[in-house]
């Protein structure tokens, strides 16, 4: 028995070390009171805050959502950290849910304030800091919440790397985002890097990075999706007459897989693959 | 019913629809395949719509293509909010859409409320008419139209909620303007009671409810259902894939095709919004608008998922009244969760010392009478994870 208790206390151990404790994950801000309502939420139970759009953080990785409320006078500020696992999914959850009409500002490696709400990103972490609907509260005040707790949690203000692949030539703004599965509506496509694109019209750019099995796989799954006559090939390229999306221009190169798709305009999709491809490292 | 897009076209004066469709969906032999395979359709309550029994949960589809194909298909009523996606759902759909005869095909979208208190559902001072309309407002100019078909009150949490004035206004005033051809209500708890108002208030035409085979209150949300059908309102299923895994690591997925065909067994549902992503889940849950009998392989699944859900506690907290020391059991089952489901062991110990429990707080029970509606053996679990109080906490950060 007590041999029992002991494996089972290593085990708890070593699997909590690297967790961050409880009470570093809010700041403490002069003049407000941190509310007793300090919530975490994982994966069995974010749902019972915001229902069916937990699956969609779900997809992203999501670890733990730790929400507090800040409360002064009459004001309340409420601040939403989700967990992600990585820059790369933070990433993806927020710009799922940015507008490119929204206000960017500078906080985290992106974010952008709208009435009552500020959202960024910084490292693993898709932060939400909202008084919308709680009470009235100036925006200057929601801001300063937002870079005490950007401050707080002191990560690499760094946007995911990939991006910088991104050719900008055309680049529609804030039109980037990275989708973490079933890209294109396949589940054997994931974590791509996209944006859209306009010249000569106006078309979607995407990057998937992985393993060279994983991508060689990716690709080989699709081919074989199709039936052969849809699946052309010229030198390093490959044209594909998608059932469902159309003309899809492809080529792999080791660990990236590059794709050009809303365009049937050859000569413009071997220009932004080149580019893209001239980028690599 | 058996119906087909074709016909649902032309019954609706849309025979020209056609014309302006885009021409990569034309394409898609898939759509040539389907559009003259007759599909289930069940009428929405009073509201007289005919819809297929299976439509289309936009809320995590940001695939222009994905709705292009659906259309193509046969899919008719296709489903978002104000908040999926922080909007981006309801201007991807509007993107879409302009490209169709607006009545050839079925858009709802939802508001949820301002100012209601997460923890009680009091209302607060932000609750008001003029907010939700403006966030309405706001939705239609998303999706680009002059009205939608359907437009639900997000989530109001109770009796209380979904009763008040402002918001019966609100959506009196919406349908009068034309703006909603319907109006109605979505729960995602408390949902007897809130199924319940909707039905007293003669305001909502439709309640849209989350409701699977895994749910624990299956059986009172069936009850509820059946009566509010009965009274004419429309009843729509949402969340009837059950999460779309057994388990909570998300290691053991539900065949949701069997999930489906669970839920649309019961004739009051009339249609169902599962979220759709891909192309694959598209044709597959299109089926079951063609066939809903369950298989006895699928009907074994259904039994075999509800026995690995019965893993972790539902939270219907009827165990702590039953317990004679008065234990906070369904807080504890949480602590489990955590510490087994999740290897959160600092969550779990915080959770037990939040109610300053100790390492065996049912020593001096010779029985424990709690009857577990899941059949969670909880005397065997409170033991289990209680051991984690003889730790000192800062051994588990």
Request: glycine share 8%; with cysteine; hydrophobic share 40%.
């Amino acid at each position: 028995m007590f041999r029992k208790l002991y494996i089972f206390m290593l085990c708890c151990c070593m699997t909590v070390s690297s967790a961050v404790a409880e009470s570093t994950w809010f700041p403490e801000v002069d003049g407000w009171t941190m509310d007793e309502y300090e919530r975490i939420y994982h994966s069995g139970d974010l749902w019972e805050l915001i229902n069916g759009a937990a699956e969609g953080f779900l997809n992203y990785g999501f670890e733990s959502l730790h929400l507090a409320e800040y409360t002064r006078n009459d004001e309340i500020i409420r601040v939403e950290i989700y967990s992600q696992g990585s820059t790369e999914n933070a990433y993806g959850m927020y710009s799922a849910e940015r507008m490119p009409d929204y206000r960017q500002v500078k906080i985290g490696a992106q974010g952008y304030s709208s009435e009552g709400i500020v959202n960024f990103f910084t490292g693993p972490y898709y932060v939400k800091i909202m008084a919308v609907g709680l009470a009235n509260v100036e925006e200057s005040k929601i801001f300063e919440m937002a870079v005490l707790v950007d401050k707080h949690l002191d990560q690499p203000s760094r946007m995911p790397a990939v991006l910088s692949l991104l050719p900008e030539e055309g680049r529609e703004y804030l039109s980037d985002q990275y989708i973490a599965t079933n890209f294109m509506g396949y589940g054997f496509l994931h974590s791509a890097f996209t944006a859209r694109y306009n010249k000569n019209g106006s078309f979607q750019l995407f990057i998937i990075r992985s393993s060279t099995e994983e991508i060689r796989k990716m690709l080989d799954l699709y081919k074989e999706m199709l039936t052969e006559e849809r699946v052309h090939q010229k030198d390093d390229l490959y044209i594909l007459n998608d059932t469902y999306n159309g003309t899809v221009f492809l080529a792999e190169k080791d660990e990236y897989l590059i794709g050009i798709l809303d365009t049937e305009e050859e000569h413009t999709a071997v220009e932004y693959i080149n580019a893209v491809i001239a980028r690599l490292p | 019913m058996n119906f087909n897009r074709r016909g649902f076209l032309k019954s609706s004066a849309l025979g020209a629809a056609g014309a302006i469709i885009s021409s990569s969906a034309l394409g898609n032999p898939l759509a040539k395949q389907r559009q003259n395979l007759p599909v289930i359709t069940r009428k929405l309550g009073k509201t007289g719509l005919e819809l297929p029994i299976v439509s289309f949960g936009v809320m995590r589809s940001d695939n222009a293509n994905l709705i292009r194909s659906a259309l193509e298909m046969g899919y008719v009523h296709f489903d978002s909010a104000y908040s999926y996606m922080g909007g981006r759902n309801e201007q991807m759909l509007g993107e879409v859409f302009k490209e169709y005869p607006r009545d050839s095909f079925v858009i709802s979208t939802k508001v949820q409320a301002d100012g209601i208190d997460r923890r009680t559902g009091a209302l607060g001072p932000g609750s008001t008419k003029e907010a939700f309309l403006a966030k309405f407002e706001e939705s239609l100019g998303r999706l680009q139209m002059d009205y939608v078909d359907i437009f639900y009150f997000h989530q109001p949490p109770n009796r209380e909620v979904v009763l008040a004035p402002q918001y019966l206004e609100a959506l009196n005033e919406i349908k009068k303007q034309g703006k909603a051809r319907f109006v109605g209500l979505s729960t995602h708890s408390n949902e007897p009671e809130v199924i319940q108002a909707a039905i007293d208030s003669n305001v909502y035409d439709i309640v849209l409810v989350g409701y699977n085979f895994k749910h624990q209150r299956a059986g009172e949300i069936k009850e509820k259902i059946a009566l509010a059908a009965q009274k004419g309102l429309g009843i729509i299923g949402m969340k009837p894939m059950a999460g779309a895994f057994m388990d909570q690591e998300r290691q053991h997925p539900i065949n949701c095709k069997a999930a489906l065909k669970w839920v649309l067994q019961d004739p009051n549902v009339h249609t169902t919004i599962p979220g759709i992503t891909t192309f694959e889940m598209l044709t597959e849950n299109f089926s079951v608008m063609e066939n809903l009998e369950l298989t006895e392989e699928e009907k074994n699944h259904l039994e075999e998922a509800k026995l690995v859900a019965g893993l972790y506690c539902g939270g219907c907290d009827d165990c702590t009244h039953q317990c004679k020391k008065h234990l906070p059991v369904h807080e504890i089952m949480r602590a489990f969760m955590y510490a087994y489901g999740y290897r959160d062991y600092d969550h779990a110990y915080a959770v037990l010392e939040e109610y300053n429990l100790s390492s065996s707080p049912c020593a001096d029970c010779n029985e424990c009478v709690v009857k577990c509606p899941k059949g969670i053996l909880v005397a065997d679990r409170i033991a289990s994870v209680s051991k984690l109080r003889e730790l000192p906490r800062n051994m588990l950060v």
